[in-house]
């Protein structure tokens, strides 16, 4: 738990948030994949009226929406898996992302058993800040990933965006998997490596099966990522790092990485799963309250009270329903606000990076007003 007060200039603006970042536009299911028994992945056509509204770096996300028989609504991320569309041209005809079965999850145990061809589904246009833009990489660059399960899903675009449209570039993918049949997107890696023989490294470890040839199994802790990767590239003249996938595995890499000498700016993160050992959050009074938070969304700002023990985005969506979020465990990101005055007490963060904390950016969903008056933007 940290307190943020507000920045002292500005932060960057994101270049790849559509100025609508909030909203949802219904797409038509045209294909369910089975990757492994408990992976699928879903294509989503995009009409070519809402292509401009689709476009995507690679590596950003889809948060998808939909409403129960109860009549709640349930949201959740999942990573474009598709290449990113060309610059300069149309936005993509189709998006795929990957989503693998979680045990009691209500949005992917609907995908598994209910999602057909000629379904529609709400998303929300693509967001995120764990991309690479081939167009700003250097000359000859060489870019490195480590992932873990369905880690791979971004990464997997973000490889093969930026072998295409840079002849020059080289990718290595070091992924961890517990067996080779619970390996997300086998086929489509293999496609990257007969593709590209020289200019995409594979390197496969697997948790709980042995291999016949390769690296033998067990965790890719920070132990034992600290004595593979010299071996296998020059680690600090790597352009960027890109690590994805459960916290253990990314923590991990990071501490693996920081011991090799690697500068923190070149290393970055996206958390897919965290255990929830943070205590229940506080109930919030319909009467107290505790301040009160001045929010900018789509060009529209308004005020209103922050209750008793409410974060800073449960205030706002009690008067602006089109306020962003998906997990709202600080983990996605989605949420990511600009601080613009006043201090808040931020409970969780999983999804900024500490460039993006520096700059005054916070997630909504895990602030709460630590002064009376506190303006966001989320437009920034």
């Not at 070091?174 to 086929?187: G, H, I, K, P, Q």
């Not at 979020?325 to 613009?340: D, E, I, Q, S």
Request: contains cysteine; proline residues 8%; aromatic residues 6%.
């Amino acid at each position: 738990m940290a307190v943020f007060p507000p920045a002292t200039a500005p932060g960057p603006a994101s270049p790849t948030r559509p100025a609508r970042h909030g909203a949802f536009h219904t797409l038509t299911v045209v294909a369910v994949d089975r990757l492994t028994e408990d992976s699928v992945a879903l294509t989503l056509a995009v009409p070519p009226q809402l292509r401009a509204d689709y476009r995507h770096a690679p590596g950003q996300h889809l948060t998808l929406r939909r409403s129960t028989p109860e009549g709640s609504e349930v949201r959740r991320t999942y990573s474009i898996c598709s290449p990113a569309p060309a610059a300069g041209g149309p936005g993509p005809s189709a998006l795929r992302v990957g989503v693998r079965l979680v045990e009691g999850g209500e949005f992917s145990s609907f995908a598994h058993k209910e999602i057909a061809a000629g379904d529609v589904l709400d998303a929300m246009v693509p967001a995120g800040r764990f991309v690479l833009d081939p167009a700003s990489a250097p000359p000859a660059s060489h870019y490195a990933a480590i992932v873990g399960g369905s880690g791979i899903t971004p990464v997997l675009s973000i490889a093969a965006t930026l072998l295409a449209a840079r002849p020059d570039a080289r990718f290595c993918l070091v992924r961890s998997d517990r067996s080779a049949a619970s390996t997300m997107f086998l086929e489509d890696v293999a496609d990257l490596k007969d593709r590209y023989p020289d200019r995409f490294q594979l390197v496969t470890v697997l948790s709980r099966e042995e291999q016949e040839a390769g690296l033998p199994s067990g965790r890719l802790g920070e132990e034992r990522l600290t004595a593979l990767l010299p071996a296998l590239l020059p680690v600090t003249e790597v352009t960027g790092w890109f690590l994805c996938g459960p916290y253990g595995l990314v923590t991990g890499a990071e501490q693996a990485l920081g011991a090799l000498g690697v500068p923190r700016t070149r290393i970055h993160e996206e958390v897919f799963h965290v255990e929830d050992t943070a205590p229940p959050a506080p109930v919030a009074s319909a009467a107290a309250t505790h301040g009160r938070v001045t929010a900018r969304l789509d060009g529209r700002s308004g005020t209103w009270p922050v209750r008793e023990g409410e974060s800073l985005l449960d205030a706002v969506l009690r008067a602006r329903a089109d306020a962003p979020y998906a997990c709202k465990g600080g983990v996605c990101g989605t949420c990511r606000a600009f601080l613009v005055t006043g201090e808040v007490r931020m409970e969780r963060n999983f999804a900024l990076e500490e460039t993006e904390t520096e700059a005054g950016f916070v997630l909504a969903c895990q602030s709460h007003p630590v002064s009376e008056e506190v303006e966001i933007d989320f437009d920034r």
